[in-house]
């Protein structure tokens, strides 16, 4: 157990630990009835385990998400309500297992199919169990935050194609990125 921590790619569990939690508390101010502040910070989540995928492979990418799961967890039980930090770590553990299952699938096409598929697809289970779970019964405009929250990470699924691809070659100094058609 000591050498798998000590193993972990440390840097991403971090950044995916912060963002989630960020998120957390964010999602509990709405911008309007379509958005909350969460919407604009969690598809960052979806780069991390994207990059650590690409640079380290499956089985770290997993290790980073449960990692940052657990830890996120832990500080959204402090910053938000019990009944959303139980929501995001169900919705989160689900898509970003997802994410990784189909990234890998189409980790050998063209460099921007797997970041932008996965992202959607996982985005999508993501917003059902998240809204679901932790907002509906309570009289909030959760159906609404919910389609907006989705279309707000389809958007930034698209814009997080350039630093995907600019923070490739950082990420991976010894190789090129996967640039196959």
């Not at 840097?11 to 989630?20: C, D, F, R, S, T």
């Not at 999602?27 to 909350?36: E, K, R």
């Not at 996982?122 to 405009?141: K, M």
């Amino acid at each position: 157990m000591l050498r798998t921590l000590l193993d972990l790619p440390w840097i991403p569990v971090v950044a995916m630990m912060l963002v989630v939690t960020a998120s957390n508390y964010l999602v509990q101010f709405p911008i309007n009835d379509w958005l909350t502040y969460g919407a604009l910070t969690y598809p960052i989540a979806f780069l991390v385990t994207d990059l650590t995928n690409r640079c380290l492979g499956s089985v770290k990418a997993r290790q980073v998400v449960i990692w940052g799961f657990v830890l996120a967890v832990l500080l959204s039980l402090w910053l938000a309500t019990p009944r959303i930090a139980l929501a995001s770590g169900t919705a989160f553990l689900s898509a970003q297992l997802l994410d990784i299952w189909v990234f890998n699938r189409l980790r050998q096409q063209r460099w921007w199919k797997a970041p932008l598929i996965s992202s959607g697809v996982a985005s999508t289970l993501d917003t059902a169990v998240f809204f679901s779970l932790a907002f509906a019964a309570t009289g909030l405009p959760w159906v609404t935050w919910a389609i907006g929250d989705l279309g707000c990470k389809l958007l930034m699924a698209w814009l997080l194609l350039l630093p995907f691809r600019l923070l490739l070659p950082i990420a991976l100094p010894h190789s090129k990125p996967n640039t196959a058609n």
